[in-house]
C-alpha cells in the first residue's frame, strides 16, 4: 500500500538549513534560523542584475475539481527533476492556509514524493507569518473602532462606510456577517462588521507586492477605510497606522526558506488565495528565487484562468517580471470530471469523458498562448489512468503544437519529472516565448473586466449589478480606475457559476459588487456567489487529525 504523505514525510531524512541555504550560496550568518530545519532569508540577497539571467516557470492549471489537481506537487517534483538534470533551479511556493488544512485538502505542502520538509509545521503555523498578517490587519480594525469611541482625534467616519474587516486564518461561515460593539457605550459603537479569511486580506495582499519596508509601510498607509459624515475618503495612514502594521510584519516581509524531500532549496512566503485574491506569492521571494537560482518554478493558485491570469497581468506588472515558460497542470481525473463524471466515477476509466472534457484543457492553451506563451502540459499520474486516456491527450496537445508530458513526481519525485523538466528547459532553449500582458492598466475598468471575461473565460459579456454600478463611480471618483483587475471569481468553472464545468459558451459574467484594494493595488470584482470567508465542509479534515504524548502528528495529508 502507497504510504501516506505524512508518512512519507515523517520518514524522510531532513538535512540543516544551513546545508541547504549553501547549496544556494547563502552563508550561515545571512540565515534568520527557525529551528533546524526551517529559516528566514534576508532581503539584501536580492540581486537585479542576476534576476535579469534566470529563468521563471510558471505552473498553473486546468480547472480542478474539488479535490484539486496537484499544482504544488507537480512545482516540487519538476524542481526536483531540473535538479536532476543538473539544473540550479529553486522552488518557490505559497504558505498554506490553515482554513484548507483543517477544511477539505488537509495540507498543502505538495504530496506523495513530491514535498516539501517540514511538513508538518509548514501546514501548522510554520514561521508566524499568517499571525502577523493578521494581527496587522486587527490593529487597524481596533484602531477604526477606537477612533469611533473617542472625542480626541476624531476623523468623524461615518460607520456605514466602513470597509475594512477583520480577518482570521480559519473557515468559519458564522462570522462573514456580524454585529459588534453592543452591550453599552463602553463596549464601543454598535455597528455591521464582518470577518474574511486572511488570504483575502488586503495586509496579505500588500505583503506579496511590496518591494521593501518602506514600500511596505507606504502601501499599508493607503487602505482604504470609509467615508466622513462629510463623505471624505479615510485611509489607514489617517489613523497613523502604518507604521504600527509594519512593525508587525518586520520579520513576515523576509522569504522562508525550506527543503524538498530530495534536499533541494524551496522557498515559501505569503499565501493568497487566487478565488479571492491575486493567488501567488510574494513578488520578494520569486526575485529572491531568481536571485539565487538559474530557474525559479512558481506557481499560480487555483485554474489558469485565476491564478494564471493574475500573475501575467498584476504580479508581473508590479514586480517587473516575464516568465519564460508555463507548465499547465491536468489530470485524467480532471477530464473526466470536466467531461461529466460524478465524483464517485472520476477514478472509473471513460475515453467518451476525456474526449468531452479535453475542451477544459484546450480552452487553457489558449489561454496561455494569449500571454506569448506556448504552456506545456503535465499530465499529473494517477493510478487509474488508462493508457488510451493518456494517449488521447498527448496526441490532441500535439496536434495544437504543445508537448503534453506524463508527470510521475507523485510516486518517484525527482526521478519521475525529469522528463518534464527537460521539456520545460528545451522549450525555455527555444526562445519563442514572448511574454506580453493582456490588457493595459490603463483602460477603462469596465473594458479591462470585458477582456478578461470574453478572452479568457470566453464569456459573451459583463452585466453589473445597480450595486456595482454604483461602487463603480465610487471607484472612478477616487481616481482608482487605472489599477488592474483582481477576479474575485469559483474555481470550478470558466463562467461564473461553480456547477458549469468544460468549456462553457453562450454565458454572461455577472458583477455582484466591486472591492478594491488601494493598498495592494487592484479592483476587485465579486462574481456570482463569491465568498471572502469560506465555510467547512461537512466532514472537516480535522476530525481525522491528532497528536501522540511524543508529539508525533497523525491525520494531516
Not at 479535453?358 to 487509474?384: D, S
Amino acid at each position: 500500500m502507497f504510504p501516506s504523505d505524512l508518512e512519507i514525510a515523517q520518514s524522510a531524512t531532513i538535512q540543516h538549513i544551513k546545508t541547504i541555504a549553501a547549496k544556494i550560496g547563502i552563508t550561515e550568518d545571512d540565515l534568520q534560523y527557525y529551528g533546524k530545519n526551517k529559516a528566514k532569508l534576508p532581503l539584501d540577497l536580492i540581486d537585479e542584475e542576476k534576476i535579469k539571467k534566470a529563468k521563471l516557470i510558471l505552473v498553473s492549471a486546468i480547472n480542478p475539481t474539488p479535490a484539486g489537481e496537484g499544482k504544488t506537487t507537480v512545482s516540487i517534483g519538476l524542481n526536483e527533476g531540473l535538479n536532476k538534470i543538473g539544473k540550479k533551479a529553486v522552488v518557490v511556493l505559497r504558505e498554506p492556509s490553515l482554513g484548507p488544512v483543517f477544511g477539505i485538502k488537509g495540507g498543502a505542502a505538495g504530496g506523495g514524493y513530491s514535498q516539501v520538509i517540514p511538513m508538518e509545521d509548514i501546514n501548522l503555523h510554520f514561521t508566524g507569518d499568517f499571525a502577523a498578517i493578521e494581527k496587522a490587519n486587527n490593529l487597524l480594525a481596533a484602531l477604526i473602532d477606537n477612533n469611533l469611541q473617542n472625542k480626541e482625534g476624531n476623523l468623524n467616519i461615518d460607520p456605514r462606510t466602513i470597509k475594512w474587516k477583520r480577518v482570521m486564518d480559519m473557515n468559519d461561515r458564522s462570522l462573514r456577517q456580524i454585529t459588534i460593539g453592543l452591550g453599552g457605550t463602553t463596549n464601543g459603537i454598535p455597528r455591521e462588521d464582518g470577518f474574511n479569511i486572511t488570504p483575502a486580506s488586503e495586509v496579505m495582499a500588500i505583503l506579496c507586492m511590496s518591494k521593501d519596508i518602506d514600500d511596505l509601510k507606504q502601501r499599508l498607509g493607503n487602505i482604504f477605510v470609509g467615508f466622513t459624515f462629510g463623505k471624505k475618503p479615510i485611509f489607514a495612514r489617517d489613523l497613523r497606522a502604518e507604521g504600527a502594521m509594519a512593525l508587525l510584519l518586520k520579520d513576515a516581509i523576509k522569504p522562508n526558506l525550506v527543503q524538498t524531500l530530495e534536499g533541494n532549496p524551496a522557498i515559501l512566503h505569503g499565501g493568497p488565495f487566487a478565488n479571492i485574491a491575486q493567488g501567488t506569492n510574494t513578488i520578494l521571494a520569486t526575485k529572491m528565487g531568481l536571485s539565487l537560482g538559474d530557474y525559479v518554478v512558481t506557481e499560480a493558485g487555483f485554474g489558469a484562468d485565476l491564478g494564471a491570469e493574475k500573475f501575467m497581468n498584476i504580479k508581473c506588472g508590479y514586480g517587473n517580471l516575464k516568465p519564460d515558460a508555463i507548465v499547465l497542470v491536468a489530470t485524467i481525473r480532471a477530464l473526466r470530471h470536466h467531461g461529466g463524471a460524478k465524483k464517485e466515477e472520476y477514478n472509473t476509466a471513460s475515453i467518451d469523458r476525456v474526449i468531452k472534457g479535453f475542451q477544459n484543457l484546450e480552452k487553457h492553451i489558449e489561454n496561455c498562448k494569449k500571454f506569448g506563451i506556448t504552456p506545456v502540459v503535465a499530465l499529473n499520474h494517477f493510478p487509474a489512468d488508462s493508457a488510451e486516456e493518456l494517449e488521447y491527450v498527448q496526441t490532441h496537445c500535439a496536434q495544437l503544437g504543445v508537448k503534453a508530458i506524463v508527470s510521475y513526481g507523485f510516486a518517484k519525485g525527482g526521478d519521475g519529472t525529469q522528463e518534464l523538466a527537460q521539456a520545460v528547459c528545451d522549450v525555455i532553449d527555444e526562445g519563442k516565448n514572448n511574454f506580453k500582458p493582456l490588457y493595459d492598466w490603463n483602460m477603462s475598468v469596465e473594458d479591462k473586466i470585458n477582456r478578461i471575461a470574453t478572452e479568457i473565460y470566453g464569456a459573451d459579456g459583463v452585466e453589473y449589478s445597480s450595486k456595482a454600478r454604483t461602487q463603480l463611480k465610487m471607484i472612478l471618483t477616487l481616481g482608482y480606475d487605472k489599477l488592474p483587475i483582481c477576479m474575485a471569481k469559483t474555481q470550478k468553472s470558466l463562467s461564473d457559476k461553480e456547477t458549469v464545468v468544460g468549456r462553457p459558451k453562450g454565458f454572461t459574467i455577472n458583477v455582484r459588487e466591486f472591492e478594491f484594494a488601494a493598498g495592494a493595488g487592484f479592483i476587485i470584482p465579486i462574481l456570482g456567489d463569491m465568498m471572502r470567508m469560506p465555510g467547512l465542509p461537512a466532514v472537516p479534515a480535522s476530525e481525522h487529525m491528532d497528536i501522540d504524548n511524543n508529539g508525533k502528528i497523525s491525520g494531516l495529508s
